[in-house]
């Protein structure tokens, strides 16, 4: 029953595996079984060195169920990356109590794992398996980290310490949940510390979105002059005659970027704010020539001083923001319109 469940839950396709095998058998007919294996598992994305896989693969050869081949513990080593890509997509679905390292590692044990490891000894290793063998192999089954032989060895002689094969008289005591937590615990944990870390990381984005957002909100209650410049800008440089109706669709512009129909403002909220904006963008599209010309404190003047029976007007009051607009833009108008006439006499 479980091998069943297993093979479904965590398929592959072992008629293309054997095919793909066969070639490469076929590729190196003259090396051994262990290169071979190793080789395949290399074109399968598996370990980054032959010398190590083929170290590896010998070690557990003689550990092999009767009737089974390195070919089968290859393929079961395929299969394992497709359990660790389902326990990886489980963590990023889960949330664990903070500061909590050993929840995610038995979680991730008891749903994926236990049945997996009893398939794996039924189906694939004899009975006098050693639990520290099997642990080392969990380690290399789940990770991506390959250490070479010399590491490989010093790995194994702290597993023995680690997972010990324990006997009461003749008969084996189960170890398996110290077995698996033994060989899968650092990888777990790992995995998950990538998942908080992907988290934070997407979080940082969202408040990142959120703050630009906000920023657009913003700048959509700006001062907008970008038209004018480029009007001013053709003006001083190919000295095109620009249409009545063309300035005031631009001030039209730069003043519908703050007012807003429906929201009440008073004079002394916008006043410097829309001056400095104003003069910031005519000077902005003047040449060089004309920058040194018309300063940005002279035309501030000029300006102050046009805006003067606006400011006796409506300095106490507060009026919509559509009030303001037709209040302000034949004013602007006006004095843009005189400012050009006074730039295509210089």
Known sequence: MIKREIEQLYKIDEKKLNFFYKRVKNQFSSHSQE?????????????????????????????????????HLAFEWIRAQEIRLSYKKYLVRTNYPENDNDLPVDDCIFKFFLDYDEYLRFNLFNENIKEHDVSLLYHHFFTNFIESSEELEKLESKYVNYSPTLFLGNKKISTRINTLRTGLSSIIKADYTDVLKSRREQNTIKKELFSKKNNKRLLACEFNGSLLERLIKSYCIAKTEILEKEIEKAVAQFLTGYFK????????????????????????????????????????????SQLKHIREKGAMKKLDGLAWKNDLQPVLTAWLLKFLKKIICN
């Open 35 to 71: 290169e071979i294996t190793a080789r395949f598992l290399l074109n399968n994305s598996i370990g980054n060195s032959i010398k190590y896989l083929t170290f590896f693969l010998k070690k557990y050869e003689e550990k092999l169920k009767k009737g089974k081949t390195l070919t």
């Open 261 to 304: 129909f429906g929201s009440f403002y008073e004079l002394k909220e916008f006043e410097s704010l829309m001056k400095e904006s104003l003069i910031r963008d005519i000077h902005s599209g003047l040449t060089e020539k004309y920058k040194r010309i018309y300063r940005k404190e002279t035309l501030l003047e000029d300006l102050d």
